[in-house]
């Protein structure tokens, strides 16, 4: 799906209340006061949001939306999903210099935390380039701006996983335990079975620690499972845990997971899983550093003069 229709379908409605939230924080009941105390009604402002660094572009339609409340004029000078460089222009806001230096933060706030999730995805992604591994973000984001950081890793090429525990299944021994007094294999089924029943997911996930579950799990039928998720292994396990999967032609993807870094990924990609999870995209990439360069058009708020008595001390 393009980015454009991913945001509205995935994101536009959470960004709603993410951007009411943030604005509600930062004024309280009485709004900005610094830029009150210095500026009059009539001053406006013309300013252009400016990458300071090198990396991927996300936000810029949230920052937009926090501009249409702010009654600026938004326009858009690169879209999400694009690479950007050290002085980049991204965007140019202009308005009442009020609205502009009240909000300035907010939008800055959406673009720096976005840009960085989906810079350090597109670092991953570009890291196991020429395998048949998908980089997949998690669960690991953010309270109230999963969405938002989850479209943000898209837009670094990253694939979305499940949105939240309503839309996909992720069986693990906790789960598995009510379902005692049976073998593995039989666990995972009634379990599946049980999900389906329940609600329309889009896939039954299950983890396992070894490869003596793995053998377990690649006994069932086909239709039960959809993807295996190894569970901290390291790259031999990996490629046995592939091999495996291959001799028993099972319909099943492997994802592997578990403290996935930049340094290990190509080696965890060529053991020939389809996917990794990586919850650092999300959890600890660290803020794209994006300015906003101001023109002010009309002069500070006029200060009347203090008229101090002849014998005040000076």
Do not use: W
């Not at 879209?79 to 907010?106: C, F, K, M, Q, Y």
């Not at 898209?154 to 379902?179: E, M, P, Q, S, W």
């Not at 994006?290 to 101090?308: H, N, S, W």
């Amino acid at each position: 799906m393009p980015l454009p229709e991913l945001f509205d379908a995935l994101a536009r409605a959470d960004a709603e209340r993410a951007i009411a939230a943030a604005l509600a924080e930062d004024l309280g009941d009485a709004g900005d006061v610094t830029t009150a105390a210095c500026f009059g009604d009539d001053a406006r402002g013309r300013a252009r949001i400016v990458s300071r660094a090198e990396g991927v572009l996300a936000g810029v339609r949230v920052a937009e939306m926090v501009a249409a409340r702010a009654g600026l004029s938004f326009r858009v000078l690169v879209e999400d999903g694009s690479p950007i460089g050290r002085g980049t222009p991204v965007a140019a806001v202009e308005g009442p210099l009020r609205a502009l230096l009240s909000h300035e933060r907010t939008m800055l706030n959406f673009l720096t935390l976005l840009s960085g999730n989906a810079t350090l995805a597109a670092q991953f992604v570009a890291a196991v380039r020429g395998t048949r591994a998908r980089i997949c973000d998690t669960r690991k984001t953010v309270p109230g701006l999963r969405t938002l950081q989850k479209y943000a890793t898209r837009c670094g090429g990253a694939t979305l996983h499940r949105i939240g525990l309503f839309d996909g299944v992720i069986l693990k021994d906790n789960h598995l335990a009510a379902f005692a007094g049976i073998s593995l294999a039989g666990r995972v089924r009634a379990a599946a079975e049980r999900a389906r029943s329940l609600a329309p997911v889009a896939f039954i996930e299950c983890e396992v620690d070894d490869l003596s579950q793995l053998d377990a799990l690649l006994s069932l039928e086909r239709g039960v499972l959809d993807l295996i998720l190894l569970d901290n292994m390291d790259a031999g396990m990996l490629t046995e845990a592939v091999r495996r999967r291959d001799r028993a032609q099972a319909a099943v993807e492997l994802e592997a997971s578990g403290g996935v870094r930049l340094d290990t990924v190509r080696r965890i990609a060529s053991s020939g899983v389809e996917r990794i999870s990586v919850g650092a995209i999300t959890h600890s990439a660290g803020a794209l550093d994006l300015g906003l360069d101001l023109e002010i058009d009309v002069p500070a708020i006029d200060v009347p003069p203090i008229d101090v008595p002849r014998d005040h001390p000076r």
